[in-house]
């Protein structure tokens, strides 16, 4: 849950007329441009999250959010040069985070936070993951404004830095959870913690 705020999430999106602004793309074309692929990726993820493994749709989901936050800081490097590709190249960034956080990101970790607790601790444990998305999320919001402040290109290469220790945190630590069994699931995390 930490990890999928600190990703950049609540940074994005409460902030994403700044974002524009400072690639120098116009706020409508920003917005139509993601509405149209939030919806688009978003009814991509429902087929996939039911077709597909959970655990390598996290890992495509946290390699493409270090992919458009590495896209998005790049474009901010080169901003002094005033080029239209490069507010291209912002749009495109963003862009690829947003396919990239709906096909997994956005909801596999719930999806597997109630399939991996036992029954007698699962609404204690489903409220502390609860708490800590939210306090993730304050703190993602808070600072974001002034990491924009002190580097814009630093602040996409530290939320790409988190996606890609998320990347690293599925690949070592996270069971697939798709079609097993509680006692599986339990099984096959007692055997990665050994």
Excluded at 13 to 30: K, R
Aim: aromatic residues 14%; proline residues 2%; glycine residues 8%.
């Amino acid at each position: 849950m930490i990890l999928t705020q600190f990703s950049g999430l609540t940074g994005y999106t409460f902030y994403m007329t700044n974002i524009f602004v400072l690639a120098g793309i116009s706020s409508e074309a920003g917005y139509v441009t993601l509405a149209a692929v939030k919806i688009l990726s978003t009814t991509l993820a429902i087929f996939l999250i039911v077709k597909s493994r959970r655990r390598t749709l996290l890992m495509v989901s946290a390699g493409g959010t270090c992919l458009g936050s590495l896209l998005t800081g790049f474009s901010f490097l080169l901003q002094q040069d005033h080029q239209f590709w490069i507010s291209v190249l912002a749009l495109t960034g963003v862009s690829v985070y947003f396919v990239s956080f709906n096909l997994g990101i956005s909801g596999i970790p719930w999806i597997i936070m109630s399939e991996i607790f036992p029954i007698n601790v699962k609404g204690s444990a489903g409220s502390l993951c609860v708490l800590i998305f939210w306090i993730s999320s304050w703190a993602v919001s808070y600072t974001f404004n002034f990491l924009l402040e002190w580097s814009s290109t630093g602040t996409f290469i530290i939320f790409a830095a988190v996606s890609a220790l998320g990347f690293l945190f599925t690949v070592m630590l996270v069971p697939e959870t798709k079609g097993r069994s509680l006692e599986e699931i339990q099984a096959s995390v007692t055997s990665v913690l050994r």
